[in-house]
């Protein structure tokens, strides 16, 4: 299908977490390190709900949308921005071998989703084989690597869902109702 919307496949995570272990430990009162791993895993899951439901990546990470043909308009919608930078956009030719297509040729519309956006007087390359993954776009997303890059309302979110998980049942309810008015504003629709 010619228009499908793109797939959609973390290629490289977050080589950072939005918190460290002694900020996690510090929001759960916890001064022994006999749970510091288990915390960890914790942070991770935490930014992991926080990014599943705004639709954004928090820390830097890339990505990779693949299509099954270049579109009939001039942009290609990207996912789980903020969106830093495109690495590459890339597709099959008529022989299936993979060619590199222009930076030249589009830019990157940061606003909003995100797209890669055609140049007025480019076109798509055409020729192309029309098959799943033909076209691959890869592409940074984030706020940044360091915790002070990403949206304090987001990094109380993922903080209160560390002590939600951590804790347990005690406060659940209160805790997501405010980790809920947290990322709200930052869902992407």
């Known amino acids: 299908m010619k228009n499908a919307p793109p797939n959609y496949e973390r290629t490289v995570d977050p ?10 430990k510090t929001q759960l009162r916890e001064s022994s390190s006999d749970f510091d791993t288990q915390i960890d895993e914790l942070v991770k899951a935490a930014r992991a709900m926080v990014e599943t439901r705004t639709g954004r990546g928090l820390v830097d990470q890339t990505w990779k949308a693949t299509l099954n043909a270049f579109p009939d308009g001039d942009e290609i919608p990207l996912s789980h921005g903020p969106i830093q930078s495109i690495t590459s956009v890339t597709y099959l030719d008529a022989d299936e071998n993979r060619q590199t297509f222009s930076s030249s040729s589009y830019t ?7 797209f890669v956006s055609l140049n007025e007087s480019a076109n798509w390359a055409t020729g192309i084989t029309e098959q799943a993954g033909s076209i691959e776009v890869i592409f940074v997303t984030g706020y940044g690597s360091a915790s002070t890059d990403i949206p304090s309302d987001l990094l109380s979110a993922i903080r209160l869902h560390v002590e939600d998980l951590y804790c347990g049942e005690n406060q659940h309810k209160t805790r997501e109702q405010a980790i809920r008015s947290l990322i709200t504003p930052y869902i992407v629709r």
């Open 15 to 24: 080589t950072t977490e939005p918190l460290t272990t002694a900020e996690a």
């Open 108 to 114: 990157l519309d940061k606003f909003g989703r995100g």
